[in-house]
């Protein structure tokens, strides 16, 4: 049996500095205690800004920084699956990370709405797992590690939006920049599409999800 508990405080406030122009800046402070574990505190700031520069079309830009405890069954599993045993790990330190995004949205008439975005997430002590010489699995700590991709999403509307079309793909680039390696149990590629009809008070639906393979 483990205990723990946090505590978060968080205020965020939306400034609009001229005709078109927004930003909005917040910040947050986490205070972690699990079991046995140390505990752990962050002020985590964030800011972020839109620009439209005309009617259905937005640019924006954000920055944030980033806190997560491990969880308690990242610290304290104790386990056999199919042979492989997992074993805890009480020195485990909390995820610490920085992220970046850049992007821009344009709407097309009432039926389109197009996206597309640029991110960075910079961590440190990235909570990973992986195997010991002694072929255990243990979950620790990458000391340094960076995630960046592109999203690109569109929303599209048929016959006065009776038919809708969402489409969605994304591209990530994962690094551990210790090992000047991959990062494992990742997938570079991601798409989804989904579609939805409405007749009279019916709708009907399909979804489709492709990850590649890790």
Request: proline share 4%.
């Amino acid at each position: 049996e483990r205990s723990g508990y946090g505590l978060a405080l968080y205020a965020q406030n939306e400034i609009e500095i001229m005709s078109g122009l927004k930003a909005t800046i917040g910040g947050r402070f986490d205070f972690q205690d699990l079991d046995s574990l140390n505990s752990t505190r962050q002020f985590n700031p964030k800011a972020g800004i839109v620009y439209s520069p005309s009617a259905g079309t937005a640019l924006r830009a954000s920055f944030g920084r980033g806190f997560r405890a491990p969880a308690v069954a990242e610290a304290f599993i104790t386990a056999s699956i199919s042979g492989v045993q997992i074993i805890p790990n009480p020195a485990l330190k909390p995820e610490r990370s920085y992220s970046y995004e850049i992007g821009a949205n344009q709407i097309l008439g009432s039926s389109a709405l197009l996206d597309i975005a640029f991110f960075q997430s910079d961590y440190n002590n990235l909570i990973e797992s992986g195997f010991n010489a002694q072929l255990q699995a243990q979950f620790n700590n990458v000391t340094r590690a960076r995630i960046q991709g592109i999203e690109a999403s569109a929303k599209l509307g048929f016959l006065e939006n009776a038919w809708l079309v969402d489409l969605g793909y994304t591209y990530i680039s994962p690094k551990d920049l210790t090992k000047r390696d991959v990062l494992k149990y990742r997938p570079r590629h991601l798409l989804y599409v989904s579609s939805l009809v409405h007749v009279g008070v019916l709708s009907v639906g399909i979804d489709f999800r492709y990850i590649s393979r890790v």
